[in-house]
Every structure is written in structure tokens, then in C-alpha cells.
């Protein structure tokens, strides 16, 4: 372990603990702010950490990485985990505690209730990774019911998660605000990505080619363009075409339904996801109205 990164910030392990942290809190009026991550943070990340800090007085931040939205072949295993640059990182975005939890904490050998939910968890990303969904919702839903946070921040770069969840909160009575913030890239475009240092050089320069996409559509909207079938051929075009990306879809649906729409309406995001070498990409961009 390196000095450099040795961080004196506060973090706590089981739920109790951090029940009574966020309690302690609570009993001084503080607001509770909550960001829930999977660690390997970068500057997407810090962006939550400091919205957390702008909106809330108590930040919690969770790493965890959880094991049940990962599919029997992806990258569970060596999916980075690096925890002192991890604390570092959230005491620079002003976080107060960091809560990580083991595997056994948040999931007892006989753990059998799973939360899902259903229409939106099946189409886009859930059609291929058919059970990273329910993953998501079900430690989600822990995560809120042990943290107990006023406002919990997630990111737009996973725009069909932000939506279920906040369906889910919805659905379940959860009472807990869903803030969802803006996608953070590096200088040339590529949205950050834990995922990212997957990439070899060659695949890092087509990857570019998902921002591209998603430039190319919101140009040609600003230009006047109404043909939405026409703009999704256009961005599948040009990934399709890119070295290296082998495309899974490239489309434009409702903000809230996220069903693909044909003819433009007032709010409409672009989605992509691509698999660039063996990494799978995802990114995407609200559309202006037309
Ligand atoms: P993860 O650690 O990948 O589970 O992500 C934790 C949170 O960070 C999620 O709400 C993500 O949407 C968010 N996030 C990941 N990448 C970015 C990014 N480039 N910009 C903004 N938020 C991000």
C-alpha cells in the first residue's frame, strides 16, 4: 500500500455501524446524501460525491461490488478493485463516511428475495444481460433500506438504471429522492468508464466512435432533422463501420418508457451499447426537442 494514498476518511463495514453513524446524523438534523458505487472510481464518480456534498450536510458513499448483476460470463472476477485509491478519491470529492460491506454482509447463504422490476428491466441492456437488472435493483433496494438516505445520486452514463430505479422507488413507496447527474468524459469524448481500462490502445480509438454516434445524431436534430429511423441508421452506420466495435443497439427511445419512438416528441434520449473488443460500452444523450 502506498503512502499516497493512505486516507484518513471514515468507513465502516457492517450495517449496524453504519446505521448508527447515519442515526448520529440524523438525531443533529443533518440531511443524509447517499452514493452508491461499485468502486474503481474516477472523475464520473467524484461528480456524484460532490453533488452529494453541494445538496446534502452527511455523504455516505457505498463500494461494493455486487456479485449478482454480474452474468456467469462477464467480468465479476477481475473487475478492479482498488481501494485505497478509492478512499482518496472520496475524501477529495468531500464524502464523510464510505461504507463497504463484505459479500457475506449483503447476502446471507439462504439470501432468497430478489426485487425486479419488469418491463423496463427486460428490454435494451436486459436483453442481453438478462439477470444484471434484478442484480441491480435487489442490492440496490438494500443499500437504500441501510443507509436510510434523504437524496441517493446516480449517474446518467447508466440512463436505463437511473430510470428502473427510479420506477422502483416509485413502485415501492421508497422514500428516498433519486438525483440523477450529468455524464462526465475524458477531453476527446469517451464517457468514463470503470470498465474503460479494459481497453488496449487500438480499442480505446474506436470506442470513440460511441460519443461520435451520439454527436452525429444530436448535430443532425439541432440541423432539423425529424426522421428518427433515418438518425438511428445513421449513428448504427457509423459504428458498424468502426474497427474493432461490434454493435448491439443503437437507438432512440422515451425518456421515462425508454420504448423506441420513430417520430420526435419533447423528451427523447439516444442509447447506445457496443462491445469494443471483449468490453461491452454503453453510453447515450438526451436529445433537444425537435
Ligand atoms: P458503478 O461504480 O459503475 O456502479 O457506478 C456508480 C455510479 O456512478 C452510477 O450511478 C453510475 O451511473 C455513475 N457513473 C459511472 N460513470 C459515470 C460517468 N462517466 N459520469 C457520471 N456518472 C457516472
Not at 116 to 143: D, M, N, P, Y
Not at 264 to 273: G, H
Request: proline share 6%; aromatic share 6%.
Amino acid at each position: 500500500m502506498s503512502d499516497q494514498f493512505t486516507s484518513p476518511i471514515n468507513t465502516v463495514e457492517e450495517i449496524p455501524g453504519l446505521r448508527a453513524l447515519v442515526q448520529a446524523q440524523r438525531q443533529q438534523q443533518a440531511s443524509i446524501g447517499f452514493v452508491p458505487t461499485m468502486g474503481a472510481l474516477h472523475a464520473g464518480h467524484a461528480s456524484l460525491i460532490e453533488q452529494a456534498r453541494q445538496d446534502c450536510d452527511f455523504v455516505v458513499v457505498s463500494i461494493f461490488v455486487n456479485p449478482t448483476q454480474f452474468g456467469p460470463n462477464e467480468d465479476f472476477e477481475k473487475y478492479p478493485r482498488l481501494r485505497e485509491q478509492d478512499l482518496s478519491i472520496c475524501q477529495a470529492a468531500g464524502a464523510d463516511l464510505v461504507w463497504m460491506p463484505t459479500k457475506e454482509i449483503m447476502y446471507a447463504p439462504d439470501f432468497s428475495t430478489v426485487v425486479e422490476v419488469k418491463a423496463l428491466s427486460q428490454i435494451l441492456e436486459g436483453a442481453t444481460r438478462t439477470t444484471h437488472f434484478q442484480g441491480v435493483t435487489t442490492v440496490v433496494t438494500k443499500l437504500l433500506l441501510s443507509c436510510l438516505p434523504d437524496v441517493a445520486f446516480f449517474g446518467a452514463k447508466d440512463y436505463q438504471q437511473q430510470a428502473i430505479i427510479r420506477r422502483m422507488c416509485l413502485d415501492l413507496n421508497i422514500p428516498v429522492e433519486i438525483k440523477t447527474c450529468p455524464i462526465i468524459r475524458d477531453r476527446d469524448g469517451l464517457a468514463l468508464s470503470s470498465r474503460n481500462v479494459y481497453l488496449s490502445e487500438a480499442e480505446r480509438a474506436s470506442a470513440l466512435s460511441l460519443s461520435q454516434a451520439l454527436k452525429l445524431a444530436k448535430e443532425k436534430i439541432d440541423a432539423g432533422e425529424t426522421d428518427l429511423n433515418q438518425l438511428k441508421a445513421d449513428m448504427q452506420q457509423l459504428l458498424s463501420t468502426t474497427p474493432l466495435v461490434k454493435l448491439d443497439y443503437a437507438t432512440i427511445v422515451d425518456t421515462h418508457t425508454l420504448e423506441e419512438i420513430s417520430a420526435p416528441q419533447p423528451e427523447m434520449v439516444a442509447l447506445i451499447a457496443a462491445y469494443v473488443g471483449e468490453t461491452r460500452l454503453i453510453d447515450n444523450c438526451l436529445l433537444p426537442p425537435v
